[in-house]
């Protein structure tokens, strides 16, 4: 049964916390008021079964909370009498239509709250990616390259930073928008990114997760359309969402882009997306409008040999001039050497070694390993992948590496023995 509640509360996290917090306007009190709901679950679901509406149980008894501590500290208004009155009304939690369109809007709040300016970037990241999507610190951290402690301080900072400041609990006018709109489109994206590609976990994808993420940027779409990075980000996001049912095998193992059957790719989605693109482009587009480019290339190519690594090749290279960073430096590599050969990639992925944000990064050892692999150094790649396998978090990529390892030493041996 914990392992149901746990399940539920990461995928309902952002809706009960944004939920709560549209009564109590403190995004911190309302995190702490949706885990009391969760010991709420944890006591009652194995007595009386799990609800059929989970997220909505959740929500209905830490929105009761906020009404009673609200009531307790003599501040309710009208509108607070209101929603008390209707809470009691239900003796089993459930929503109507309406009041689940509240708790979208409520989503979208949120997500502007906590990237508030008066947050740090990574701040916002951070508070955000816990309260909306859920994740642990071990999660964000990854997702940062950065310690477990150092997220955990940002976020504890960042809310009560929010707390003292008194920030509104509301979507900001058209003019303060902008200023938060970078925050608001990455923490989509790494959202969205940890739901494609779990850092953690038994399982490679968490499907809602990714598709809390594509919703969101949908709103967002709808909410300013006259931004060109919206509609990129949008792109980017309908084109790897298309994807999803080839990514995984009957088991839910991994497979990876160049050995899916793309005839399972959701064409309906890569439409969506190439639409998208089309409203993003400028004469200066922006990071999330280039890697929109980059899954285009993939999503029009019919097979792996028709990819244009070419030109996904220079994308990658105006997106390092746009956001430099090394991870983008090695997906370049990757595809440097699908357009001129693993040689000419491994020489730019050995140049990113001693790169300190990479050291616990597993996908610099599994690049190199493949592309080792690929050119007959096969004792080399199984070393690769073994170190890969050691820093991966997610137990599905993990058993991943560890079978390319595995085959890497048989191929070795072979190798070995025919010069024997």
């Known amino acids: 049964m914990r392992r149901t509640v746990e399940t539920v509360w990461r995928m309902e996290a952002g809706r009960v916390v944004a939920g709560i917090a549209g009564i109590v306007r403190d995004v911190g009190l309302a995190e702490e008021l949706a885990q009391d709901a969760m010991v709420a679950a944890l006591e009652q679901w194995p007595r009386d079964g799990v609800p059929a509406n989970p997220g909505a149980w959740l929500t209905t008894v830490g929105k009761r909370r906020a009404v009673d501590l609200v009531r307790r500290q003599q501040t309710r208004d009208r509108v607070v009498d209101a929603l008390g009155r209707d809470l009691d009304e239900h003796h089993t939690p459930d929503f109507d239509a309406a009041v689940e369109d509240r708790i979208e809007d409520d989503l979208l709040r949120l997500i502007f709250v906590s990237c508030h300016p008066v947050l740090s970037p990574i701040a916002r990241a951070a508070l955000t990616l816990r309260l909306l999507g859920g994740l642990t610190t071990g999660e964000i951290a990854r997702a940062f390259l950065t310690t477990e402690s150092t997220i955990g301080q940002r976020i504890t900072r960042a809310k009560q ?228 396998a050691s820093l991966a978090g997610n137990a599905r990529e993990r058993a991943l590496l560890l079978d390319r390892a595995a085959a890497s030493d048989r191929s070795g041996r072979h190798q070995r023995s025919e010069k024997s």
Not at 299 to 325: K, Q
């Open 161 to 388: 930073t929010l707390a003292a400041a008194k920030v509104p609990f509301e979507v900001p006018e058209p003019a303060e928008r902008a200023e938060r709109l970078g925050s608001v489109l990455e923490v989509v994206y790494l959202i969205f990114n940890e739901g494609y590609a779990a850092t953690a976990g038994d399982d490679w994808m968490r499907p809602a997760l990714a598709q809390e993420a594509l919703r969101l940027a949908r709103q967002l779409q709808a909410l300013m359309p006259g931004e060109p990075e919206v509609h990129g980000l949008a792109a980017l996001l309908e084109i790897q969402a298309s994807r999803t049912r080839a990514r995984t095998g009957p088991d839910g193992e991994p497979i990876l882009l160049n050995d899916q059957d793309r005839s399972r790719w959701d064409r309906l989605l890569i439409r969506r997306g190439l639409a998208a693109l089309d409203r993003a482009r400028t004469d200066h587009p922006g990071p999330y409008a280039v890697q929109a480019e980059i899954a285009a290339c993939h999503a029009r190519a019919r097979t792996p040999e028709e990819t244009d690594w070419a030109r996904i090749a220079t994308l990658y290279v105006e997106l390092a001039r746009l956001v430099p960073s090394p991870v983008v430096e090695l997906n370049r590599a990757v595809a440097v050497a699908q357009a001129d050969g693993p040689a000419a990639g491994l020489e730019l992925a050995r140049k990113l070694a001693d790169e300190p944000a990479l050291a616990q990064y597993h996908l610099l050892p599994s690049v190199l390993g493949d592309l080792l692999a690929k050119l007959g150094r096969h004792d080399e790649a199984r070393r690769e992948f073994e170190r890969a």
